[in-house]
């Protein structure tokens, strides 16, 4: 185990004017972890994570990652070439709409492939293979690998914006409600595939998530996020089983149980 | 008419100053755009005034002009735009490539080796590659400025997954000095190699667009490809019909209504003098 | 007689519950018992006493508002009731194993998987583990055809052993039971009874509950009595 967290966030937060939709939050991710964010709409859980990637700067605070590349770099003052090299290469970011993950009118191949080449692969062969090898492992077929992700059903899209993104290995994931706009059964087969890649790739995932059943099933760790803060920090199932906080307790005691 | 008389070709000198500023920037950073003030010219945005810009702002009186347009002297435009420097600028104009010191031309570079000292002046409709893989231009400049040119292979690679190999046969992207990736304007494939280390000067203007870039004399120039599909560029299986040359770029004419073809040289230049040397078929 | 492997010094679990006026809910209070290698402490009371909550509390799941859990883990005592979560975690991937009463189902994730993975977990190659797993299930006479099968559909005395061979699968130095016999026919129930035996032999610390008293006086070495606590507000 590694001494030294992958992830240090200080005090971060992210003011649109006078709303403060961050509010000074702080936490760690280790190296192979799964932390969940969870809250309900409008509770800063999106703009944690977008603000973690880059795609929202944030008003104050501090987020320190352990690179690769350049060692420890501090992400509020990463100059824009290595943030968007750390970008392509050790993170990856899953939106919940697969359409703003993906080329459209690119096909499948190319929409994994294209990490690989911005990543400088030029054999055309090996990303050809490894485009196959990915598809198979999301369970696409293989020989969709020319057609447009246009004419794939949703949680074919979502599966093949998670392979675009796990096929140059990142460390880090960031996945904003992946799972979000599927059907149940959809969902499932996409949650059982997330929870293997997981754990044979060793990622690290910050999820955030509505759905307490889909953290409980990935997360080892759940932090509670309301208006723009974290109420309650914990292990999945002590947050899950004895929740502490009063919002942490309307939220668990809100799912319906099937 | 003569009552009419313009400046020395046509542009105002500060318009040509400002003009040849950005010309010396595009020569000093190899394949970068730079923005400059296109001008309202006597014929229409789109039919080559950004290479009219550029050839007012570098002609001189002792110049020699040739003008081409997809390789023949002899064409509408060609012949317009020839006519105008002419009679805007007085200078000698020509159609054989060597004897021209400044060449303008749409669609093709001339088969007779260019040397030093000579200008090429491109017209070009769109000077941005990344143009069809990213809508937003703001983010082309960025990946321009950060060299991540990974999108660029996306296309080339649709094009084997579809065909087998890479089958863009015009307008193909080049590697400028190792550094920023550059729209040769819509010349063929074939012509791509002539533009690596030439010892001409080529000056690209797009007036639609409001860009300029340039490839310096003995500049390398590097057609994208893959390690395992390397850069082939097309050329028709045939010889020309005129003169008999196989080496050179070929325009494939259909000749009656039941499709028979023919194919001829594209440099008219070039296949005259072939002819004139007596090769013919 | 060796060290404790457990030591609870004056635990204390008290439920707040918010969204009912904040009521408080005390159910356990300067509870201190001390488990040592080899033996079998089986929880008694009623129901209500808090038997289920200090297992939980035990394994870390419930928040303890005062006290202490001891743990030996990896040579040192570590305090569970103050410990980290990755301290906890670490402890539950090697040194406490909990056999909860009900199989938690992962939708399409297989028999055999959920068994072998707290070995994955550990770092043992999937190939071993999976065969570490084959073998659990058969002793558990769970029949073959459905190792490869999510246990989703499975009848309830299935589930549950699936869950105690998940439970077994890794020699942990300290195990937490509840009520593993439940829903076992009497052979398979006799067959946990000898998985229990094993673990303690080889100097496991348990804490049981076991509600059937023909189990728990086969199993259990020491009882240890809970009472409900009178209501205090």
Same mark, same amino acid.
């Given at each position: 185990?590694?001494?030294?967290?992958?992830?240090?966030?200080?005090?971060?937060?992210?003011?649109?004017?006078? /709303?403060?939709?961050?509010?000074?939050?702080?936490?760690?991710?280790?190296?192979?972890?799964?932390?969940?964010?969870?809250?309900?709409?409008?509770?800063?859980?999106?703009? /944690?994570?977008?603000?973690?990637?880059?795609?929202?700067?944030?008003?104050?605070?501090?987020?320190?990652?352990?690179?690769?590349?350049?060692?420890?770099?501090?992400?509020?003052?990463?100059?824009?070439?290595?943030?968007?090299?750390?970008?392509?290469?050790?993170?990856?970011?899953?939106?919940?709409?697969?359409?703003?993950?993906?080329?459209?009118?690119?096909?499948?191949?190319?929409?994994?492939?294209?990490?690989?080449?911005?990543?400088?692969?030029?054999?055309?062969?090996?990303?050809?293979?490894?485009?196959?090898?990915?598809?198979?492992?999301?369970?696409?077929?293989?020989?969709?690998?020319?057609?447009?992700?246009?004419?794939?059903?949703?949680?074919?899209?979502?599966?093949?914006?998670?392979?675009?993104?796990?096929?140059?290995?990142?460390? /880090?994931?960031?996945?904003?409600?992946?799972?979000?706009?599927?059907?149940?059964?959809?969902?499932?087969?996409?949650?059982?595939?997330?929870?293997?890649?997981?754990?044979?790739?060793?990622?690290?995932?910050?999820?955030?998530?509505?759905?307490?059943?889909?953290?409980?099933?990935?997360?080892?760790?759940?932090?509670?996020?309301?208006?723009?803060?974290?109420?309650?920090?914990?292990?999945?199932?002590?947050?899950?089983?004895?929740?502490?906080?009063?919002?942490?307790? /309307?939220?668990?005691?809100?799912?319906?149980?099937? | 008419?003569?009552?009419?008389?313009?400046?020395?070709?046509?542009?105002?000198?500060?318009?040509?100053?400002?003009?040849?500023?950005?010309?010396?920037?595009?020569?000093?950073?190899?394949?970068?755009?730079?923005?400059?003030?296109?001008?309202?010219?006597?014929?229409?945005?789109?039919?080559?005034?950004?290479?009219?810009?550029?050839?007012?702002?570098?002609?001189?009186?002792?110049?020699?002009?040739?003008?081409?347009?997809? @390789?023949?002297?002899?064409?509408?435009?060609?012949?317009?735009? !020839?006519?105008?420097?002419?009679?805007?600028?007085?200078?000698?104009?020509?159609?054989?490539?060597?004897?021209?010191?400044?060449?303008?031309?749409?669609? !093709?570079?001339?088969?007779?080796?260019?040397?030093?000292?000579?200008?090429?002046?491109?017209?070009?409709?769109?000077?941005?590659?990344?143009?069809?893989?990213?809508?937003?231009?703001?983010?082309?400049? !960025?990946?321009?400025?950060?060299?991540?040119?990974?999108?660029?292979?996306?296309?080339?690679?649709?094009?084997?997954?579809?065909?087998?190999?890479?089958?863009?046969?015009?307008?193909?992207?080049?590697?400028?000095?190792?550094?920023?990736?550059?729209?040769?304007?819509?010349?063929?494939?074939?012509?791509?190699?002539?533009?690596?280390?030439?010892?001409?000067?080529?000056?690209?203007?797009?007036?639609?667009?409001?860009?300029?870039?340039?490839?310096?004399?003995?500049?390398?120039?590097?057609?994208?490809?893959?390690? *395992?599909?390397?850069?082939?560029?097309?050329?028709?299986?045939?010889?020309?019909?005129?003169? @008999?040359?196989?080496?050179?770029?070929?325009?494939?004419?259909?000749?009656?209504?039941?499709?028979?073809?023919?194919?001829?040289?594209?440099?008219? *230049?070039?296949?005259?003098?072939?002819?004139?040397?007596? !090769?013919?078929? | 007689?060796?060290?404790?492997?457990? #030591?609870?010094?004056?635990?204390?679990?008290?439920?707040?519950?918010?969204?009912?006026?904040?009521?408080?809910?005390? &159910?356990?209070?300067?509870?201190?018992?001390?488990?040592? $290698?080899?033996? =079998?402490? %089986?929880? &008694?009371?009623?129901?209500?006493?808090?038997?289920?909550?200090?297992?939980?509390?035990?394994?870390?799941?419930?928040?303890?508002?005062?006290?202490?859990?001891? &743990?030996?883990? =990896?040579?040192?005592?570590?305090?569970?009731?103050?410990?980290?979560?990755?301290?906890?975690?670490?402890?539950?991937?090697?040194?406490?194993?909990?056999?909860?009463?009900?199989?938690? &189902? #992962?939708?399409?994730?297989?028999?055999?998987?959920?068994? %072998?993975? $707290?070995?994955?977990?550990?770092?043992?190659?999937?190939?071993?583990?999976?065969?570490?797993?084959?073998?659990?299930?058969?002793?558990?006479?769970?029949?073959?055809?459905?190792?490869?099968?999510?246990?989703?559909?499975?009848?309830?005395?299935?589930?549950?052993?699936?869950?105690?061979?998940?439970?077994?699968?890794?020699?942990? $130095?300290?195990?937490? #039971?509840?009520? $593993?016999?439940?829903?076992?026919?009497?052979?398979?129930?006799?067959?946990?009874?000898?998985?229990?035996?094993?673990?303690?032999?080889?100097?496991?610390?348990?804490?049981?509950?076991?509600?059937?008293?023909?189990?728990?006086?086969?199993?259990?070495?020491?009882?240890?009595?809970?009472?409900?606590? %009178?209501?205090?507000?």
């Amino acid at each position: 185990m590694t001494e030294t967290p992958l992830l240090r966030v200080r005090n971060l937060s992210v003011r649109f004017g006078a /709303l403060a939709a961050v509010d000074g939050v702080s936490f760690d991710l280790w190296s192979g972890e799964v932390v969940a964010l969870v809250g309900e709409s409008g509770s800063g859980k999106t703009t /944690l994570l977008r603000s973690i990637h880059g795609f929202i700067p944030p008003t104050a605070g501090s987020i320190l990652y352990r690179s690769d590349r350049f060692g420890e770099v501090e992400l509020t003052h990463l100059d824009e070439p290595r943030r968007r090299l750390l970008a392509r290469t050790e993170w990856g970011f899953v939106h919940q709409n697969p359409r703003d993950g993906l080329r459209l009118s690119h096909s499948a191949g190319a929409n994994v492939g294209e990490r690989l080449m911005g990543a400088g692969a030029r054999h055309w062969g090996t990303i050809r293979a490894q485009a196959l090898a990915w598809l198979d492992r999301v369970e696409i077929d293989p020989g969709r690998i020319d057609d447009l992700p246009r004419t794939f059903s949703g949680g074919m899209q979502q599966r093949l914006q998670i392979a675009r993104v796990l096929v140059t290995k990142p460390r /880090l994931v960031l996945m904003d409600e992946p799972t979000g706009g599927l059907d149940v059964s959809v969902q499932a087969r996409l949650l059982d595939l997330l929870r293997r890649l997981v754990a044979e790739l060793g990622l690290s995932v910050i999820l955030v998530t509505h759905d307490l059943g889909v953290a409980r099933l990935l997360a080892q760790r759940i932090l509670v996020m309301q208006r723009g803060r974290v109420v309650e920090a914990g292990l999945t199932d002590q947050v899950l089983d004895d929740p502490q906080h009063p919002y942490s307790q /309307l939220l668990v005691s809100s799912v319906l149980v099937a | 008419m003569n009552a009419i008389s313009y400046n020395f070709a046509y542009l105002d000198e500060q318009t040509k100053r400002e003009i040849r500023r950005a010309l010396l920037k595009a020569l000093a950073i190899p394949g970068h755009q730079v923005p400059f003030a296109s001008r309202e010219m006597p014929l229409a945005r789109g039919w080559g005034t950004g290479g009219m810009q550029v050839t007012a702002a570098v002609i001189g009186r002792d110049d020699v002009l040739k003008v081409i347009d997809q @390789g023949a002297d002899d064409t509408t435009n060609a012949v317009s735009i !020839r006519q105008f420097f002419g009679r805007v600028a007085g200078v000698r104009t020509t159609t054989r490539t060597e004897e021209a010191t400044l060449i303008q031309t749409r669609h !093709r570079i001339p088969e007779t080796p260019l040397r030093p000292g000579q200008i090429m002046v491109y017209q070009v409709p769109q000077p941005e590659p990344l143009w069809r893989l990213e809508p937003s231009r703001a983010e082309t400049r !960025r990946l321009h400025a950060l060299a991540e040119y990974g999108i660029m292979h996306v296309k080339l690679y649709e094009d084997i997954a579809r065909h087998g190999r890479i089958t863009l046969a015009y307008d193909y992207p080049v590697l400028v000095h190792g550094r920023y990736v550059m729209s040769p304007s819509p010349i063929p494939a074939f012509d791509n190699p002539k533009l690596h280390r030439s010892p001409a000067i080529h000056l690209f203007g797009a007036g639609r667009e409001k860009r300029i870039y340039a490839v310096p004399p003995y500049t390398d120039v590097v057609s994208l490809a893959f390690e *395992d599909h390397p850069f082939r560029p097309w050329k028709a299986e045939a010889a020309c019909a005129l003169c @008999g040359s196989t080496d050179t770029y070929l325009d494939e004419i259909v000749i009656d209504d039941r499709g028979t073809r023919r194919y001829v040289c594209s440099d008219t *230049d070039w296949c005259e003098r072939r002819r004139a040397q007596g !090769r013919p078929v | 007689m060796s060290e404790p492997a457990l #030591i609870v010094e004056g635990l204390a679990k008290t439920f707040t519950l918010h969204l009912q006026g904040g009521v408080q809910l005390a &159910v356990l209070r300067d509870l201190s018992l001390a488990v040592f $290698p080899g033996e =079998c402490l %089986a929880l &008694v009371g009623p129901s209500g006493a808090g038997k289920s909550t200090l297992l939980r509390a035990l394994y870390g799941t419930y928040v303890a508002q005062a006290g202490h859990i001891h &743990v030996r883990h =990896c040579g040192k005592m570590l305090d569970l009731a103050s410990a980290d979560s990755r301290q906890i975690l670490a402890v539950r991937r090697d040194t406490i194993g909990y056999v909860s009463q009900f199989l938690r &189902v #992962i939708p399409r994730v297989p028999a055999r998987e959920i068994v %072998a993975e $707290p070995l994955i977990h550990r770092g043992e190659s999937t190939h071993a583990a999976l065969r570490a797993a084959d073998a659990m299930l058969a002793r558990l006479n769970l029949p073959e055809r459905l190792w490869h099968l999510p246990p989703a559909t499975f009848s309830g005395g299935e589930q549950q052993r699936v869950n105690l061979a998940r439970g077994f699968i890794v020699h942990y $130095p300290i195990l937490l #039971i509840d009520e $593993p016999t439940a829903s076992l026919d009497p052979v398979n129930a006799d067959i946990v009874l000898s998985l229990i035996a094993e673990a303690r032999k080889r100097n496991a610390a348990i804490v049981g509950i076991f509600h059937d008293p023909a189990v728990r006086l086969r199993v259990a070495t020491r009882e240890f009595a809970l009472a409900p606590l %009178a209501e205090a507000a």
